[in-house]
């Protein structure tokens, strides 16, 4: 199968190059969830920093059975922060999405999913994290989930 890309909508953050995909309707907390998350240091828990790939709008590739994001060269480092705009922040070129994120109400999620919940996303299929965006500790759950979920990145992603 050749490579297929397709622009979604939504917010892509990486740890070590293997990103989570935010979903959510417009207004719902995925800019600001992404913005936690790369202001979080490295801890023992999460052991290395979090990088922006795409905010607002993503390029996603399928090769095989994989999913590469990246964000349009016009965004490329650009994040939406509500009430200060937009502002430029260290970016990667690309990462492989390793897990989905949708944001939904807290009442909404399950406090112990058995089985882990999977989506598919153009043919792929993943793991699918339910998360409240503003919780306090969202950002810290969103990069518990991709540093456990993640898939060593494929040669030349």
């Not at 293997?18 to 719902?28: E, T």
């Not at 807290?106 to 409240?132: F, K, N, Q, S, Y």
């Amino acid at each position: 199968m050749g490579d297929a890309a397709e622009t979604h909508h939504g917010t892509a953050i990486a740890l070590a190059g293997n990103a989570a995909l935010i979903r959510g309707a417009s207004g719902a907390g995925k800019s600001d969830l992404a913005l936690r998350c790369l202001s979080l240091a490295p801890t023992a828990v999460i052991g290395c920093p979090a990088m922006l790939v795409a905010d607002d709008r993503i390029v996603l590739t399928r090769k095989g059975e994989r999913l590469t994001a990246e964000a349009p060269a016009t965004i490329r480092g650009k994040l939406e922060v509500r009430g200060l705009g937009i502002v430029t922040v260290p970016a990667l070129a690309s990462a492989e999405v390793v897990l989905i994120a949708d944001l939904i109400a807290p009442e909404r999620i399950e406090r112990l999913p058995d089985p882990a919940p999977e989506t598919e996303l153009m043919g792929v299929r993943l793991p699918l994290l339910h998360i409240a965006p503003f919780e306090a500790a969202a950002h810290i759950k969103l990069l518990l989930a991709l540093a456990m979920r993640f898939r060593p990145p494929a040669n030349g992603v």
